[in-house]
């Protein structure tokens, strides 16, 4: 099972350049550099049964999406996320413990997926298999992206096409669930030094202690958890 056509696995990137002319809601618009990725239709029909049919299904069969984990998923809300934040927070509060938070938001976190790790190590481990996983991974491979600048209505100047080993399409329908497998043990490595929140690549984690020097202990091993 394979990918289509090549064609329909490149990013385009429209760089709009900026503009003065403030006449009209279009030129407002443009009033600082717009970058879009234009997805094909085609892969969004590609994608869906993919994701409804076997992969999002197999996910919550077996129930491997954390459960600290918020974003995109049917059913839950930031409101679940931040109510699971008040309540460690309350519970540590009543038990006289010191309260430390750290807030993380992931940098182009969805850029940085890595395809081999994805398909090699965190799909296989969770059960994803044979036919469908070198379905996912034709899915991946040999996509090229490139940048379009329109400098003017004439004239459009396009950079070299450039291979992508890291990354999920955006505006893709399967790369929110690509995301959250990626980072779906992320909590694993927190768990006995704090309680983890996450909602899509922002992730919280409220740190409690009864005294101020084991607090500060356990704050200062986080650095290392998480470039790890």
């Known amino acids: ?3 289509p056509a090549e064609t329909v696995k490149e990013n385009i990137a429209a760089v709009i350049p900026a503009t003065n002319h403030q006449c009209n809601d279009n030129a407002v618009k443009q009033e600082n550099p717009n970058t879009k990725v234009i997805h094909q239709i085609m892969i969004k029909i590609y994608e869906i049964p ?8 197999h996910m919550i069969i077996h129930n491997i999406i954390a459960p600290k984990q918020f974003g995109f998923r049917k059913g839950i809300s930031i ?3 931040a109510y699971k934040l008040l309540e460690t927070f309350y519970q540590a509060s009543n038990k006289k413990s010191h309260i430390a938070g750290i807030f993380c938001d992931l940098t182009k976190a969805f850029d940085c997926v ?3 790790l994805l398909l090699l190590c965190k799909l296989q481990y969770y059960g994803v298999r044979g036919a469908w996983l070198e379905l996912i991974k034709s899915y991946l491979s040999d996509r090229k992206q490139r940048v379009d600048f329109k400098s003017s209505s004439l004239f459009t100047q396009s950079s070299q096409q450039k291979l992508i ?7 893709s329908v399967l790369g929110p669930l ?3 497998i990626y980072v779906n043990d992320f909590p ?3 768990k006995k030094f704090s309680v983890v929140t996450m909602y899509a690549n922002d992730t919280n984690l409220l740190i409690s202690a009864q005294t101020l020097d084991d607090l500060t202990c ?5 650095p290392s958890l998480l470039s790890n």
């Open 218 to 222: 356990r704050i200062d091993r986080v």
């Open 114 to 116: 890595s395809h081999e």
């Open 188 to 190: 694993i490595f927190l």
């Open 79 to 81: 409101n679940n996320a």
């Open 165 to 171: 080993k890291c990354g999920v399409p955006q505006g």
């Open 178 to 180: 690509f995301f959250n």
């Open 50 to 57: 993919i994701f409804k049919s076997e992969l999002n299904q």
């Open 1 to 3: 099972m394979i990918m």
